[in-house]
């Protein structure tokens, strides 16, 4: 078992992160809350393999358990069901005491977060974390949001979890796809820090899993510490995300996230040896390595089409846009780009 601890400025909490944790939940949580109900909130497609285990965990630690099932997908994170869950929680009569349990992926866990971060004006949520990119990212660091109509993640919070439990045999039910989700934001942990988390994926993420996500963690809590509400520094975890998102926007949302994020960790890579001085041999390396993990470097859009979509993106400021260049492996920074070269950069 690995267990973390993020200090962060609003709450203190453990990352637990070990094969067949999902069966301590219970235990887990009664350390943290002294109330006597959990909502549990989790998807269609994670409730018929996982629910039952959870759920046993907290009745046998002594919760009434309450459930609340999504259908799955990023179009589930929207306001209507954000709603819905805090009527549920209403109707479920949890009080100031009692704790949500956000069980699935990256959608579940943003938007169980943000009711409990609003329910009662913030209660307890522990994250159970069942996809390696909410095992590696989403969980922790305490960001939660719903998508509006206008875009992604444009309402939510900053309310960070009471726990984590990262049970690294629930990968063994994600489909391929959703793997080579997370390995993308991975990707990009690797070269935010460079060392280890490099070397131990370049030698195959399969063999070292468990210590990746645990070095992904670390990555992620050292920079939330630092800036748990994303005034600077916590700005790095974007790098690649400026023509992610403009990818992801063009295609209407029907883009996997973390797969875009592996083409525009490169894209940046490619930016930043163009005009930032990167070394050939660092975009290089990076770039074999995201091929070796079946991942994309380039986007299927062109440059100027890229440009344009980054430009009316909601981290575009007047006539610049925030993005993440990379000096070296291991030595990122946030600036701003002009949008007029965007096109220039986004090669
Ligand atoms: N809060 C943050 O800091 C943060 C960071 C990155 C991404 N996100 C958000 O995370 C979301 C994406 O999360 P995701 O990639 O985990 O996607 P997801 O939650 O949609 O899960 C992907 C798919 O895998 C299924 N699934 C989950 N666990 C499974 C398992 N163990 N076995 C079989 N199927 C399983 C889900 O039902 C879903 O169909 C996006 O909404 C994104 O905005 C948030």
């Not at 609003?10 to 959990?38: N, T």
């Amino acid at each position: 078992m690995t267990s973390i601890t993020v200090n962060a400025p609003s709450g203190k909490y453990d990352v637990l992160i070990d094969e067949g944790c999902l069966l301590s939940v219970g235990a887990v949580l009664k350390k943290q809350s002294p109330g006597r109900r959990v909502a549990v909130v989790t998807d269609d497609n994670v409730a018929p393999i996982y629910l039952d285990k959870v759920e046993n965990s907290f009745r046998l630690a002594g919760f009434d358990t309450y459930t609340y099932i999504l259908k799955h997908g990023e179009a589930s994170k929207c306001g209507a069901n954000f709603l819905d869950i805090l009527e549920f929680l209403a109707s479920s009569r949890l009080d100031r005491s009692d704790a949500v349990a956000a069980l699935g992926g990256g959608v579940v866990g943003d938007i169980a977060g943000f009711a409990a971060a609003t329910y009662l004006r913030g209660i307890k949520y522990m994250q159970i974390p069942t996809t390696l990119l909410s095992m590696t990212d989403s969980s922790v660091g305490g960001k939660t949001a719903i998508d509006l109509k206008a875009g992604k993640n444009l309402a939510g919070a900053f309310w960070q979890p009471v726990s984590v439990v990262a049970d690294t045999k629930c990968l063994e039910t994600l489909p391929e796809a959703e793997i080579k989700n997370g390995l993308g934001e991975i990707l990009k942990y690797a070269v935010i820090a460079g060392g280890e988390i490099l070397e131990l994926l370049e030698d195959g993420f399969s063999r070292h899993a468990a210590r990746i996500i645990a070095l992904s963690v670390d990555i992620k809590r050292g920079i939330v510490e630092a800036d748990e509400k994303e005034a600077g520094p916590r700005r790095i975890l974007n790098l690649g995300h400026t023509p992610a998102h403009a990818a992801e926007k063009l295609s209407g949302y029907t883009f996997p996230h973390g797969v875009q994020v592996a083409a525009g960790v490169n894209t940046m890579l490619r930016a930043s040896h163009a005009k930032y001085g990167l070394g050939a041999a660092d975009a290089e390396r990076i770039e074999r390595l995201t091929r070796r993990l079946g991942l994309p470097t380039r986007f299927d859009y062109s440059p100027e089409e890229l440009a344009a979509a980054a430009a009316n993106d909601k981290k575009a400021e007047g006539s610049s846009v925030n993005a993440v260049i990379v000096r070296a492996i291991g030595k990122v920074e946030s600036v701003k780009i002009p949008v007029s070269e965007l096109k220039e950069l986004f090669i």
